[in-house]
């Protein structure tokens, strides 16, 4: 009975829970008073840093072109909505809840897949000082 229980456990994909840094009224609310602009693709908003990281929330209307950064390790967790991440040539779908972390170097991008913006929350290590975005075609 119980490897019964265990095998349908195993089964059933949960979301796992994401406790994002404190932000005052919540995500929802701070999505809401941080907007992208009409022609703006995407929005990084810092919410915290550490000495080792700094954590953003990142909403995407479209996609992103190939780019990698020189100096900094991502971990990515998709909030809401949705997508396919490229990394180099492998093609990974994303959903809420989904994690993924991007060596620096690696050349990667997002294409929204949703009918709404996707959220995500990313964490860059070393905290992100400066702009680390170089386009793919400069290598």
Do not use: K
Request: hydrophobic residues 45%.
């Amino acid at each position: 009975m119980l490897c019964g229980l265990l095998a349908l456990g195993a089964c059933v994909r949960r979301a796992p829970r994401i406790d994002l840094p404190p932000v005052a009224g919540g995500v929802g609310a701070f999505v809401a008073a941080h907007p992208l602009a009409p022609a703006q693709n995407i929005r990084a908003d810092e919410v915290g840093r550490t000495a080792g990281a700094s954590y953003h929330l990142v909403q995407v209307r479209g996609g992103e072109s190939p780019h990698r950064h020189m100096v900094h390790d991502l971990t990515v967790v998709v909030v809401d909505g949705g997508g396919t991440l490229d990394r180099g040539d492998r093609r990974v779908v994303l959903a809420p809840g989904d994690v993924a972390v991007i060596p620096r170097g690696e050349v990667h991008w997002f294409t929204n897949r949703g009918r709404g913006n996707a959220l995500a929350f990313v964490i860059f290590s070393p905290p992100l000082d400066a702009p680390d975005n170089v386009p793919a075609s400069d290598r």
